[in-house]
């Protein structure tokens, strides 16, 4: 007798909500959860982004509604996400992914400019967790919460130590909501990328995506890539968004507070880089076996 196989990959008649959900990761999440059945709520700051990537997630057959937010406002968060509850009548993910970092040493840094990083990047989570968590819990299905972190969030992070800081600490409250939510069977995870081709580091921070208008890496900026990264290139953001899509479906059913690194193996490089002669290496000139 046949046995009828269960597509464990699919989100068939989930709904998603996405934060930064216009663009490079975000974009990529949304877009990815669409095509494994999801329905999805674009939370972004761009109107433009936003209504760009509905009409993505319609062309292949999803419903989708455009929510414009600055995730820097907490009542704008939780306004998009009673507008997914009241739209669809349910939430079952949420993509804590809308961040920002600014490139400056600490001792010059601002406390304004502290204040703003703690905002976009740490408060936004916080404000949409708990919005989000309640939906999930009063509709009884259980739930998937990802938060998009970063290797920085593991490492060192000169020049974007409050940057750093916070996704360090968005990495520890994964771990915290994986216990605290777990009775209401909500899973809660993390990702952690490193070098990832987006629009914002492609010089397109604002308005709609355009990949005619990308800055094309320059000959010693990809020679440097080759060298730092074990897998000799960038990453793309669908891979994130794969990822993201792959801890929201009943594939990964058992896994719950867990941050997994999306790097091209950077995190396990630990500080070895490619020498100029394709050799590892922890210093230019010094042998690989010292």
Known sequence: MAVESKNKFQLTGKVALVTGGGGGIGRACAISMAEFGADIVVADIVPERCDEVVQCVEAIGRKALAMPTDVMDTEQIRTAIAAADEAFGRLDILVNNAGGVAYKPFLEQSERSWQRHIDINLMSVFAATQ???????????????????????????????????????????????????????????????????????????????????????????????????????????????????????????????????????????????????GQWTQMEGQRPDR
């Open 131 to 277: 919005a989000a968590a309640h939906v999930m819990a009063r509709c009884g299905r259980g739930g998937s919460i990802v938060n998009v972190a970063s290797i920085e969030g593991m490492r060192a992070g000169p020049n974007v130590a409050v940057y750093a800081a916070c996704k360090a600490a968005m990495i520890s409250f994964t771990k915290s909501m994986a216990l605290e939510l777990s009775d209401q069977r909500i899973r809660v995870n993390c990702i952690a990328p490193d070098h990832t081709i987006t629009p914002g580091g492609r010089g397109n921070r604002s308005g709609p995506v355009d990949k005619t208008k990308w800055r094309v890496p320059t000959p010693e900026e990809d020679d440097c890539m080759r060298r730092v990264i074990p897998l000799l290139r960038e990453g793309d953001a669908e891979e994130c968004g794969d990822l993201a899509a792959f801890l929201c479906s009943d594939m990964a059913s058992y896994i719950t507070g867990a941050t997994i690194p999306i790097d091209g193996g950077t995190s396990a490089a630990m500080g070895w880089v490619r020498g100029s002669k």
